[in-house]
């Protein structure tokens, strides 16, 4: 199972962010954990400085606004 | 060159609704009419043309450029690259310890955060097509020098002291992206995306912007301004920089309300002054910044700014006497 981290300190567009992962991994029948990290010493440890940021399995694969629907897909797919 | 919103705005206002040119809600539904059309054509333009040649640079890339350099260097860079790198407030927090991080000067790093909200090329572009480039000009120049005197007289008072402690202590990591993705497909979808992004956030601020502009210019006589805000009146400086602090929109938002000041008569120096107080300080924008400033850097920062923002002022009314 894949575990998606979210990046931000609580702005609307991390919420966002992480309800439209879980939406596309719903919707291609995958389960995956969605965990949002808030702790800003967490956060600038995987280097990002632009909220929301988005790593999934450790690697970062997003930083500085929201992902679009179809990037979100092709991570929960791939 | 923008003559045709001023076309459209005359058909709709005066010929499809009937209303008078010479009555006051004819003139503020023409306001509001020719500057949503203008202003709202002008950002989705701006945006996507920057998006699609990814101009734009991340915060993280400023970082990288700014840090290490000698501070004739870093000053006006960090003003410029502020005024051209879209960052949404609720960054404001990770890129402030992100700067310091990579040993950027506080200073340096509050000339960014100060020049970033006030200036940006929507913003200027709209101002230009509204008031001309030369006052649209003459904003940057001021803006840029708030921003490198600010930060120089906050590293002169080494207020290192009123940084919160856990800021210092905050290791970053090494951030591996993926490359950009630069065919033709990626940037229209990119430009797209950010068109969508940055609409979505400002519209209602220029949207609130140009409504106010609409009811100034329509509904307050010329006379008002005179006594109020003349350059003879030596308050009314001060009190436009006073109503601008609590108050937050986008810089873009404020241009319309720019424009009908202007319009009424009320002096540049003044004007401008009150744009750059509500783009650049603001109550929720403290609120994000007391977590990582403490209290006392928090109001020597906004005195620093409310005492530059009325030179700038009494400079400029001055200068266009």
Known sequence: ?78 | MFAIFTKLADWLAYDLFGLSPDTRLGEAVHFFIEDTTKIFFLLALIVFAIGFFRALLTPERVRKVVAGRPRYVSYPMAVGLGAVTPFCSCSSVPLFIGFLEARIPLGVTMAFLIASPMINEVAVVVLAATIGWKYAMLYVVAGLTVGIVGGLIIEALKLEKWVEDYVWKIKMGEAALQKANTSFKARIDYAMEQVKDIMGRIWIYVLVGIAIGALLHGFVPESFFLKYASADNPFAVPAAVLTGIPLYSNATGVVPIVEALLAKGVPLGTVLALMMSVAAISLPEMIILRKVLKPQLIATFTGILFVAFITVGYLFNALTV
Not at chain 1, 47 to 76: C, F, K, N, R, Y
């Open chain 1, 1 to 78: 199972m894949k575990t998606f981290k979210v990046l931000g300190s609580g702005c609307k567009n991390c919420a966002n962010t992480a309800d439209l992962i879980a939406l596309k991994a719903k919707a291609a029948g995958v389960e995956v954990e969605i965990i949002k990290i808030t702790d800003m010493g967490e956060i600038m440890g995987y280097g990002v400085m632009s909220t929301p940021g988005v790593v999934i399995d450790e690697a970062l694969v997003h930083a500085g606004g929201m992902p679009s629907p179809a990037q979100v897909e092709d991570w929960v797919k791939a």
